[in-house]
């Protein structure tokens, strides 16, 4: 009986022997075949993409968490604005970041910036107003407008950002709200951002923000405060991009 069982036990290990051996002979041999039918490039471009699908799965950056500073010489703060009575009439300019950081927690991006509102720039002139940069750069920095002799800096500060969660390896969209201080008076704004995390140690912030000098006490030229709407009239509206790179 016991011998009768091992000479079973044989047959059953044959046949699966016989059953592998054809499966390989139905299709390893195709398989060998379109190997052998792909060029070198072929193969070089499958192995690139398989070898960069792994470095992608791998290589999951998350911003860690600590205090990041401004680097000012690598950050830009760009404006415009203008006279919307006539078709063109926007000028753009820039103001420099004297200091700034951000500190990130597990659950929330905390920070302050401070700008240096004396380094206005103009960079072009809409209205045909070319050659006149330095006149508008000293008209805007005058009482009537920033007064920069008595106020040459502006702050925000970050009071909240949304969604609550670490940036990650690709630009993710977020919602800030601040505090901005100009001219000394202080007013909530609230923004879109997007921020990119290019290293462990590095981050960049983009954002476009939207602000109605009267506010601030800007009210030259507005048309909320003039009898009537002329060629003369500035917009009230001012637009900031902003363009931060961040280190840690």
Known sequence: ?????????????????????????????????????????????????????????ESVMVMETGTYSANTSDSTI??????????????????????????????????????????LKVTSLGGGKVGQESALEGHLKSDRFLDTETHSTATFVITDVSPKVLPG????????????????????????????????????VEADIEINRTEWGINSGSATIAEEITDNIIGDTVNLNLSLKLTK
């Not at 059953?12 to 390893?28: D, K, P, Q, Y």
């Not at 007013?187 to 981050?203: N, Y």
């Open 1 to 57: 009986m016991l011998k009768l069982n091992n000479m079973k036990n044989i047959l059953i290990v044959a046949g699966v022997l016989v059953l592998l051996a054809l499966v390989a002979w139905f299709f390893w041999p195709e398989a060998a075949a379109d190997d052998a039918n792909m060029t070198a490039v072929e193969k070089a471009e499958i192995m690139e993409r398989d070898n960069t699908e792994m470095e992608q799965r």
């Open 78 to 119: 760009e404006w415009s604005a203008g006279k919307p009575a006539i078709a063109g009439y926007v000028h753009h300019g820039t103001f420099a970041i004297d200091s700034g950081s951000i500190n990130l927690s597990a659950s929330e991006i905390t920070g302050e910036f401070v700008i240096d509102v004396e380094s």
């Open 169 to 204: 390896p690709d630009a993710q969209d977020y919602t800030a709200t601040g505090e901005l201080t100009l001219k000394g008076i202080t007013k909530e704004v609230t923004f879109p951002m997007k921020v990119v995390v290019v290293s462990e140690s590095e981050v960049r």
